[in-house]
């Protein structure tokens, strides 16, 4: 297995080992979107096969940022995208916020001619919509958090020579907007050895005497990276 962080993950690996002492059968066979072992969090995937959108305000609330073409009608045009729930979601921050106020955008991958998902946040400020986020990454999961804004549980992803690895990270909001938590969990792939063209995901949760050093690894990483703008 191959790490686009390779001094990261000689951290981390050690770590791992520590903190399990070899792996098990539910590690070794996790379901993808699954997070229901992810602090309470509530499960998101997202398809992008709707014909429309949850909410009538969503489409003026696409408009009103102009990151889509609302004369567009052709979905597989990724550098003009159309105002489509098939390229974009929207999603409340709260439930006791407006979500004109308050929201985030799930970018399908492509789109604007960037090759994975993005999560971009905005509020409203003095009237104007106002970005205060924006993520490399796909919004796995939600969860009620302290203040009036929920909680974020992202996945990052890299590909190196083949190999994917995925970071599931936790987002809180700080009054103003969200910063990096803690990282969750670690997946990635591995061969299959039954069936070489299936590979297996893993998954490994963070120990918590560990999860302080690698949270910070992970995200200096991204930082570094530009996953976290």
């Known amino acids: 297995m191959k790490y686009i962080f390779p ?74 995208p159309a105002c489509s729930p098939r390229l974009f979601k929207i999603f409340p921050l709260s439930d006791d916020i407006s979500v004109k106020d308050a929201f985030l955008v799930l970018i399908k991958s492509k789109v604007s001619g960037v090759k994975l998902r993005r999560v971009v946040v905005f509020v409203r400020e003095k009237g104007e919509l106002v970005k205060v986020n924006a993520f490399v990454a796909n919004l796995i999961g939600m969860k009620k958090g302290k203040g009036n804004h929920k909680d974020l549980l992202l996945r990052f992803n890299d590909n190196i020579e083949g190999d994917v690895i995925f970071y599931n990270c936790v987002f809180k909001w700080n009054g103003t907007n969200y ?51």
Request: hydrophobic share 35%; net charge negative.
């Open 7 to 80: 001094s990261l993950f000689v951290f981390i690996g050690v770590t791992i080992i520590q903190s399990c002492g070899g792996d098990t059968k539910d590690d070794k066979n996790p379901t993808l979107l699954d997070v229901s072992n992810s602090a309470d969090f509530s499960n998101i995937e997202v398809l992008f096969d709707a014909t429309s959108f949850d909410d009538t305000s969503h489409i003026s609330l696409l408009k009103e940022l102009k990151i889509c073409n609302a004369f567009q009608k052709d979905t597989s045009n990724y550098l003009e």
């Open 179 to 229: 910063e990096f938590d803690a990282t969750d969990a670690i997946e990635g792939y591995e061969t299959n050895s039954s069936n070489p063209n299936q590979p297996e995901l893993w998954r490994q949760k963070i120990k918590a005497e560990f999860k302080d050093s690698v949270s910070k690894e992970i995200y200096n990483a991204l930082i570094q990276n530009q996953m976290i703008l």
